[in-house]
C-alpha cells in the first residue's frame, strides 16, 4: 500500500505540503497536483492518508477541485472554559489554527478557506466561504470531503440513512459493510430513508489493527444538512455524503459561511477517545447571557407504560395514561422519591390517528384530552414540588408545529412548564424533507432559539445527530437521535448488551443523550401476554448507564410499581446526580465494556459505572481518582452471582465497603451486566 | 361523430342513465358498463359528451374506477344570499342537486359519493369521499375527471403550469394547442414550472362551431391543489391534472372530504357566461360573524415607479422608492383625490437579494428601511385620512412567512394598517412545492383565516388562480393569478390589446382581480431611455377597465405626476365606485369586446365600461338598463378620433349629454381602445 501511495504522491511533492504536529498528531496539508490534500498521523502512525477535499456547486455552477494557494494564516491558541452543566466544571481547549486561504484553478474564480485545529485528541477542518465580489448565494451540490483510510480497519456502523439513527451497531472490517443488508434485518424503526450498500453514518468508530482508535464526526452542524460518509471499498477511504432536500440539493449558503467541522478524533487508548472534548470545543460559546434557568434534573414519565401496552397515547380505546389520576400517581411516586419532573406523553388530542398518514394538522399543542386535568395537575405538581414537562410530538408535521411553536411554548410558560421533550416520529412534513437534511437542522435550531427566548429546556427526540452544539445552545439539553431504551421493547431485534458499550464511541461523541434507562423488570408481558421482548440487561447494568450514558435530563423509565418492588437498587438511581465536576474515563473498549468514574457536581462523591456486553467480566476498578487521604463509604450495587441478562438479569447484590485512593475494587460483571458504585466522601 | 358515439355508448344502456334537466340544461349521468360517466347538453345540443370520472388512490393503494350504484339522492333548492362586497346585492341560488351514492367494484370495497348541482347556467360535480370503516386517510394519486368534448372547438387557453398563471392568452382550435411552443414566446414570467404540451390551465374558454360558449373551471379550491387540464387530440377530451407536491403526490386527504367543485358554465351568448354565478354559488357561504370591517378601497401605491426604473424597491443604490418623503407624496396625492390607501413595496428590509436565490429568511415583515419612517407615516396618513397598506412579499419563502405571520398581522394591527398585499414571487419554500399545488392552497386559506383574526384584508399576488372563494372568505379581497399591468413593462410579450377581452372569460370567472389599471403614461422610457415597451391601450380603455374587470381593491397604478396631466381623465378613477348593487353584462366576445354596465352600491348611478381589442370598433350601447321615466347625465370619456393603441394612446375626448332608458349611444372605440361613461342620476 505504502508503495502504491508514492507512486501517487511522490515524496518531492510532499515535501511542500503544510506541516503542522500538536504532541502527537500531525498534519500535513496543501496543494498537490492542483488539489487540495491533507494527511494526517498519529505517533507516527497513519490516520488519514493523503485525501483530497473540494465541492461542487450548483445555480451558479461552480466545480471547487482545483486550486491555487493565495496565503496560510496560523495560530495557537489555548483557553479554558465552563460548561452551564455537563460532565465537568472546566473544558480545555489548547489548539492550533491553520488556515488555507484558497481560489479555485477554474474561471470564474472562487474564493475557499479550509481550516483545520490541530490537538492533542485529533484534527479537524471545516470549510469557509469567504464573502467576495462574484460569489453570494449558491447551492451545494456535493460536497467532496475525504477521509482515506487506506486500512481494512474494524468499524462500528448504522447503516446510512436521511431520516433515522435508531439502527443497532453493527461491527465489522470495511470490506464487510454493506449497509441494506444490515438494514434489511430492521423492522422496527417507524420511517427510514437508506442510501445505498456502502454509506453509513457518523459518528463512526474505527479501530485499525496498528494500534489506533479513529473516530470521524462532525462538529457545529447548523445551517447545513448532516454528513453521512460513503466507502469506497477499492482503498478504504470515505466521501462525504450530504442528506439531500426535496429536490435533491444539498444546501442553500451565502457566502460569509462556514460549514460544519470534520473532526478526526484518534488515539492509542480507546478510552481517551471517549474522554476527547474536541467535538465541543469546536462549537462556539453560547449566546445566551443568562443560564440559571437551565437545570439538569431527573425525571420520571408517563412514557414506558405504554410503550408495553399497560396504557395509551390516544384516549379512545379505555387505555388512556395520561389521566389526570394517573399523572398524580406518578406526581406522588417522583415528588417522594425525589425526583424533579414529570413528563406526560399522550396528554394532548390528536393521538388517534397520528401516526403514518403524513398528516400535517395533527397536534396543536395547547389541547388536552378532556381526562387529562392540566390546571388542576399543575396546582398538584406545585403543591409537591415537582414539575410537569410538556411533550410536543409533531408527527414529523414540523410546518404544523412551526406554525404553533410560539402559542404552544407560551402555553408552558402559562403553565409554568420549562422543560419539553420534543418528538418526530414520521416522515417529515415539508414532504420531501428528510430528519438530518440542511432545513429540519435548521428547524432543531430554531426550536432550540425559540425555547431559550421563553425559558424553556429541550429533548430533542427522532433529530439529527448531535454535532456539540449544546455548547452554543446549553437549553438544548439532551437528544436522542440513537437506539435508546425503548428498542427494549422492538420485537425483531431490540438491544443486545453490547448496544451500550458503542454508544460512548459513536452516539455519544456529539453530545447527551436522553436514553432513558432505569428499567427494572425485564419480561415485558406483564400487561399483553403475547409480548416476547426482554430487556436483554441485568438491573446492576441499568443503573451503571446512569453514569456510561450522561444526560443533564436523566429518566427513571420504568413503572412506579416496578420501582417499589427494588427500593433498595432504586436509592442509586434517587442519589445518582446528573450535573459532574470530573469524570475520569477508566477503561473502555467499544463493544465490549466501559468504565467511567464521576464526581458529583461541586462535592467529593464520586459515581463509578461500569457495564459489559454479553461477556461476563472481571473489573479491576483502581480509584485512584479519589483524594489521597481521604476515606470513603463505597456502596456498590453488583450482579448477583448468578445474574445473566437473558436467564437472570433481576439478581443484583447491594455491598458497603470503606474505600480511599489506594483502593483497587475487583468486581464481576454478569453476562449482559454491570456496576454501578456511589463512594460517599466521608 | 354521433354514430362513433353510439358504437361505445349503445342506446339501450343509455337509457339507464339518469336524467336531469334545469332549463335548457340537461344532464345524464349513472353508470355505464361499470364506469361512472356523465354527460351535458344544453338546448338540446351536447356540451361535454359521455365522460368518465373516478380516482387513483395510494396509501392504501386503491383504484377507483368502476363502481356500483347504491343509492341516488336528488333535490332542488331556490336562495338569494346578499355579498359582503361584489358586483351586485343579490346573488340568486336555484339549482338542482343529484348525489350518486357509488361503491367501488374492486375490493376492499370504497365509498364514493359524486354531487351535481345544476343550474341554468350549467352543471358541475365534486366528489364527496364519505366517513366509512375501511378507508380514513389517503393520498390521491391521480384524479381521473374527464371532459369529453368531442370538437374542435376555438379554446383561450394559457400553458399548464404549476408555478404561474401570468401568461399571455392565446386562441387557437384544440388542434392546435402547444403549451410549451407557446410558453417558449415567453421570457418575462419569473419562475416557471410547465407540464407538458397538450396540457393548459383553467379557467379556460371554449368556443363551439355549433354557437355554444362553455367554460370549464373549478369552484371552492379547499384542501387540494389546483387542477388543470390535460387534452387528448384524438378525440378532444380533458383529463383533470392536478399539480403535484414534492414528492409527486396530488393530496393527502381523510374521509369525509369534498373535492373543489368540477364546473361547466354553458350559454349560447358569451355574455351570459360573464353573468353566471354558479361558481360563487358553488362554494359555502362566510363563518365570519362580523364583516363590517370589510371595505371595499380604492388605492395608489408606491409600486409603478419601481417598475419603470424611477425608484427601486432596495434601499441601496441611491433610488430607493418606499421613502418617508416620497410616501407623503403619494399620501397628499390620494388625500387629495379621496384614496383609501397607499400601498407601500420596498418599506421593509431584505430586498437587496430578495429574487432567485431559493432563500428562506429573506424578509421578517416587521422590519421598515431606516429611511422608511413608519411611526411618522402611520400618523401622517392618519392626519389625512389615508390608510396605509401593508406590502407582503414572502419571496416564495413561505415556511419563513407562516413562522412569522402571527407576529407580522400584530405588527399590522399596531401600526393600524387592516390592508395587506401578499407576494409569492419566486420558488416555492417548502421546497419541490408549487404555487397551485396542495400545501400552498392550504397556505393561502390559513392567511385569509388567520388575516380576518386580526381584522385585516388581503390581497394575493401571485396565488393560486381564484374559485369563488371570496364568498368564504369575504376579506379575502382580491388577487392577481393572472398576466396584470405590471407586464406592460414586460419586454418580450407585453400585454396585447386583446388580453382584457379575455380576462373576464378566464381569469375572472374565479373572482375579483386586482389587476391595477389606470395607466395616463404609455410610453415606458420616462426614466430609463433604453426601454422600448408600451402600454399598448388608449387612455379611455384604461378607464373602461375599472367596470370591465371587478376588483373590491382597485388600484390607480400610475405615478400622480402622470394623472397631474390629465387630471380631467383622471376624474372618472376618483368617481368610479368599487363596490356595485347591480351589474348588467351588455355585450361581449372572448377576444374582441367586452360592454358592461353597474349601478352604484345603493344609489341610482351607473357606470358603463367597454373594451375592444386591436380592432376599431362602433358600439351601440342601449341603455334600457335606467330606470324608466327618469333623466340621467351621462359624462363620456371616449378614445379621440385620432386614438390608437399604438401610435396615439393618450388622445381622449370627454363629452356630457343628458340620456334615460331609452337613449341608446351610438360610440367608436379606438384600435386597442375603450369607452368609460359615468351616468349621473339627475
Same mark, same amino acid.
Given at each position: ?12 511533492? %510532499? ?8 504532541? =502527537? ?5 496543501? !496543494? ?91 484534527? =479537524? ?30 468499524? +462500528? ?24 443488508? =444490515? ?50 471499498? *477499492? ?5 462525504? $455524503? ?14 460569509? %459561511?462556514?460549514?460544519? #467541522? ?20 469546536? *462549537? ?28 395509551? #397515547? ?43 398518514? #403524513?398528516?400535517?394538522?395533527? +397536534?396543536?399543542?395547547?389541547? @388536552? ?58 416522515? !417529515? ?35 439529527? $445527530?448531535?454535532?456539540?452544539? $449544546? ?98 437498587? %432504586? ?5 445518582? @446526580? ?27 462523591? #464520586? ?20 483524594? @489521597? ?47 454501578? !458504585? ?5
Amino acid at each position: 500500500m505504502k508503495y502504491l501511495l508514492l507512486l501517487f504522491f511522490p515524496l518531492s511533492l %510532499f515535501s511542500q505540503l503544510t506541516t503542522t504536529d500538536f504532541k =502527537a498528531v500531525r498534519l500535513k496539508a496543501g !496543494i498537490q497536483n492542483k488539489q487540495f490534500v491533507y494527511q494526517v498521523s498519529f505517533q507516527g502512525k497513519q490516520v488519514i492518508a493523503p485525501s483530497t477535499l473540494g465541492f461542487d456547486l450548483a445555480n451558479p455552477s461552480r466545480p471547487l477541485d482545483t486550486f491555487e494557494l493565495i496565503h496560510i494564516d496560523s495560530s495557537t491558541s489555548n483557553s479554558v472554559w465552563r460548561p452551564v452543566w455537563g460532565e465537568e466544571d472546566e473544558i480545555y481547549d489548547f489548539h492550533k489554527k491553520v488556515v488555507f486561504h484558497l481560489k479555485t484553478n477554474s474561471k470564474p474564480t472562487v474564493l475557499l478557506d479550509i481550516e483545520f485545529k490541530i490537538s492533542k485528541e485529533g484534527a =479537524a477542518f471545516r470549510y469557509l466561504f469567504p464573502k467576495q465580489e462574484n460569489l453570494q448565494h449558491f447551492i451545494v451540490k456535493d460536497e467532496k470531503s475525504t477521509f482515506h483510510l487506506s486500512e481494512n480497519v474494524l468499524a +462500528f456502523w448504522i447503516p446510512g440513512d436521511y431520516d433515522t439513527n435508531e439502527y443497532l451497531y453493527n461491527t465489522t472490517r470495511l470490506s464487510e459493510v454493506d449497509a441494506l443488508k =444490515a438494514a434489511a434485518l430492521e423492522k422496527d424503526i417507524a420511517v427510514t430513508a437508506l442510501v445505498d450498500s456502502k454509506t453509513i453514518q457518523v459518528p463512526l468508530m474505527l479501530k485499525s489493527d496498528r494500534g489506533l482508535y479513529v473516530n470521524i464526526h462532525e462538529a457545529a452542524l447548523i445551517g447545513y444538512p448532516a454528513m453521512l460518509l460513503s466507502l469506497n471499498k *477499492n482503498n478504504y477511504s470515505f466521501t462525504s $455524503h450530504l442528506v439531500p432536500d426535496a429536490v435533491g440539493n444539498k444546501a442553500y449558503l451565502e457566502t460569509g %459561511f462556514s460549514t460544519p #467541522w470534520r473532526v478526526i478524533n484518534v488515539a492509542e487508548k480507546a478510552r481517551d477517545i471517549l474522554s476527547s472534548r474536541l467535538i465541543v470545543n469546536l *462549537n462556539e460559546p453560547t449566546k445566551i447571557a443568562k443560564t440559571d434557568w437551565i437545570k439538569p434534573q431527573k425525571y420520571m414519565g408517563v412514557w414506558w407504560e405504554m410503550h408495553i401496552g399497560k396504557g395509551t #397515547w390516544q384516549m379512545t380505546g379505555g387505555k388512556h395514561a395520561a389521566t389526570t389520576e394517573n399523572t398524580k400517581k406518578y406526581i406522588d411516586f417522583a415528588a417522594k422519591h425525589g425526583f424533579d419532573g414529570v413528563l406526560v406523553e399522550g396528554w394532548n388530542k390528536g393521538w388517534e390517528d397520528w401516526f403514518g398518514n #403524513w398528516k400535517e394538522d395533527v +397536534f396543536d399543542f395547547v389541547s @388536552p384530552y378532556p381526562d387529562y386535568g392540566l390546571n388542576e395537575l399543575k396546582e398538584y405538581a406545585k403543591s409537591k414540588g415537582v414539575k410537569l414537562i410538556m411533550h410536543h410530538e409533531t408527527s414529523g408535521a414540523v410546518t404544523n408545529y412551526e406554525r404553533r411553536m410560539d402559542k404552544a411554548f407560551q402555553f408552558m410558560k402559562d403553565n409554568e412548564i420549562n422543560t419539553v421533550k420534543t418528538g418526530y416520529v414520521g416522515k !417529515i412534513i415539508p414532504r420531501g424533507e428528510h430528519h438530518d437534511s440542511q432545513w429540519m437542522v435548521n428547524h432543531y435550531q430554531r426550536v432550540a432559539e425559540k425555547a431559550a427566548t421563553y425559558g424553556i429546556m429541550v429533548d430533542a427526540h427522532e433529530p439529527v $445527530h448531535p454535532t456539540g452544539l $449544546h455548547r452554543t445552545f446549553p437549553n438544548w439539553m439532551s437528544n436522542e437521535a440513537a437506539r435508546g431504551t425503548e428498542f427494549n421493547n422492538a420485537p425483531t431485534l431490540g438491544i443486545v448488551p453490547e448496544h451500550q458499550t458503542i454508544l460512548p464511541f459513536t452516539r455519544l461523541m456529539g453530545g447527551s443523550m436522553d436514553y432513558t434507562p432505569g428499567l427494572f423488570h425485564f419480561e415485558l408481558n406483564q400487561f399483553e401476554k403475547e409480548r416476547k421482548q426482554k430487556v436483554l440487561s441485568t438491573l446492576a447494568k441499568q443503573l451503571a448507564l446512569y453514569i456510561t450514558i450522561y444526560s443533564p435530563l436523566q429518566m427513571a423509565a420504568d413503572l412506579p410499581e416496578n420501582y417499589e418492588k427494588h427500593l433498595d437498587a %432504586f436509592q442509586f438511581i434517587k442519589d445518582v @446526580p446528573v450535573n459532574w465536576s470530573e469524570t475520569v474515563v477508566l477503561e473502555a473498549e467499544p463493544g465490549e465494556f466501559v468504565v467511567m468514574a464521576r464526581r458529583e457536581k461541586n462535592k467529593g462523591n #464520586w459515581y463509578v459505572g461500569g457495564i459489559t456486553d454479553e461477556q461476563a467480566r472481571k473489573l479491576s476498578i483502581p480509584l485512584n481518582f479519589l483524594k @489521597p487521604n481521604k476515606k470513603y463509604q463505597a456502596i456498590l450495587y453488583k450482579d448477583g452471582a448468578d445474574a445473566h441478562y437473558a436467564s437472570n438479569p433481576s439478581s443484583y447484590q447491594i455491598t458497603k465497603q470503606l474505600v480511599d485512593a489506594s483502593t483497587n475494587l475487583s468486581v464481576d460483571l454478569a453476562a449482559g451486566g454491570g456496576i454501578a !458504585i456511589q463512594i460517599l466522601e466521608l
